[in-house]
Structures are given as structure tokens and as C-alpha cells.
């Protein structure tokens, strides 16, 4: 157990909904990260939040944001979900804003299907 | 950009060693780590190797060679436990971000 939790652990939906996908970080990290991982793709980059600001970009659509509160949770809204959006989305944190060889601590997951 | 190249898929036998290869072209060079994920789960931290050399931690170890944009993860006594899906991943160099690219990961089985 790392110490990040994830909510839901499962969520289907249809084409064209929005979700939100929650992060609680371990207790003192003040990152959170995400990613998307599918099975054609790997394990994707997409955001970084560090003490409620954005920190680094990746491969985020614009249908997607993301946010982190000042309880330093995060949340990772996809919206206008596409068959292609179905993956496993990981959050991470680490305890500082990411320094090169800093450890990311992974969350357990929660796998979204699109029908 | 980055390019991180691994096995997609090895066996290897209970008790046996077995090395996992890692090659990466990348823009910068600040470190390199390996994880390991077990399939449906969240992968977990093995090493990072920032230096050349050997780095060894019970039975895993991992080498580097940054000259040859090289790495390997070695396995010894290998435990059914063990299969499970091995992740490179580079973390590139300035731009003042430091996230890690990740490759698609190698899949070992480990068998009787």
C-alpha cells in the first residue's frame, strides 16, 4: 500500500459523459501527478500539480483538466468521453515538486470504460 | 523528444536470472528508473540510476551506461512472484521538469 488512494476503483460509462476521478495523495506529498495508461500506449504523462498550482503539462487532451485543492487532493475531470478513453488512470505523488530521482508513489488505480 | 525501447515479452524459469534491457534516446539525460507492475495493479519503484555502474539491492540490480543510452534490470532466483510487467523510464534533462518517460514495459513470465 503506498499511501495514495483513488476513487472509484471502477467506473463505466457512455459516449459523450463526464467523469471525475479523485486522488488523495500520501500524507505530506505535495505533488500529485496522472496518467493515463492503455494498452496500446503505455503509461502516459499527463499533469502535475504542485501545492495547488499546475507544474508540468503532458499529453492532456483539452477535454480534460485536472485540479489540486488546498487539502492537496486532486481531481481529473475527462468530459465528451470518446470509446478511446478507456484506460487505466493512475495517480501518483511524490513530496516535493519533482526533482530529477524523486520516487513517485502510485495509486491503485481506477479503470474507466467507455461504452 | 524521447524514445525508450524494451523487450515486449520474455520467460524465463523459476530460480533462474534473467536480464531486461533498456535502450533510450532521449533530449537530456537526468536519471533512469526502473518500476515494477503487476498486471492491474500500480507499479512500484525497483531503482533509479543516475551514475554508470551496477546498482544492487537484494535480488535485483540495475546497471547503466549513459555513453551507450543503456540499462539493464537483472533478476536473480527468480520467484513466481515476479511475473509481472518491468517499466523503464527516462527522466529527461533541463527545461526545469523532471517527469519520467515511460516505455511500454517488458512482461515477464516466470514459469515452473
Known amino acids: 500500500d503506498s499511501g495514495v488512494t483513488q476513487t472509484p476503483k471502477h467506473l463505466i460509462t457512455a459516449t459523450g459523459q463526464r467523469v471525475t476521478l479523485r486522488c488523495s495523495p500520501r500524507s505530506g506529498d505535495l505533488s500529485v501527478y496522472w496518467y493515463q495508461q492503455s494498452l496500446d500506449q503505455g503509461l502516459q504523462f499527463l499533469i502535475q500539480y504542485y501545492n495547488g498550482e499546475e507544474r508540468a503539462k503532458g499529453n492532456i487532451l483539452e477535454r480534460f483538466s485536472a485540479q489540486q485543492f488546498p487539502d492537496l487532493h486532486s481531481e481529473l475531470n475527462l468530459s465528451s468521453l470518446e470509446l478511446g478513453d478507456s484506460a487505466l488512470y493512475f495517480c501518483?505523488?511524490?513530496?516535493?515538486?519533482?526533482?530529477?530521482?524523486?520516487?513517485?508513489?502510485f495509486g491503485p488505480g481506477t479503470r474507466l470504460t467507455v461504452l | 523528444g524521447q524514445n525508450i525501447d524494451q523487450p515486449t515479452e520474455m520467460t524465463a524459469t523459476e530460480g533462474a536470472i534473467v536480464q531486461i534491457n533498456c535502450t533510450y534516446q532521449t533530449s537530456g539525460f537526468n536519471g533512469l528508473f526502473w518500476y515494477q507492475q503487476h498486471a492491474g495493479e500500480a507499479p512500484t519503484f525497483l531503482s533509479y540510476n543516475v551514475l554508470d555502474g551496477l546498482e544492487e539491492k537484494g535480488r535485483f540490480s540495475s546497471f547503466l551506461s549513459r555513453s551507450k543510452g543503456y540499462s539493464y534490470l537483472l533478476l536473480k532466483e527468480l520467484q513466481m512472484k515476479d511475473s509481472a510487467s518491468y517499466l523503464c523510464?527516462?527522466?529527461?534533462?533541463?527545461?526545469?521538469?523532471?517527469?519520467?518517460?515511460f516505455g511500454r514495459g517488458t512482461s515477464l513470465i516466470v514459469h515452473p
Open positions: 501518483a505523488s511524490s513530496p516535493q515538486e519533482g526533482l530529477a530521482g524523486d520516487e513517485q508513489f
Open positions: 523510464a527516462v527522466t529527461p534533462g533541463g527545461g526545469g521538469s523532471y517527469i519520467p518517460t
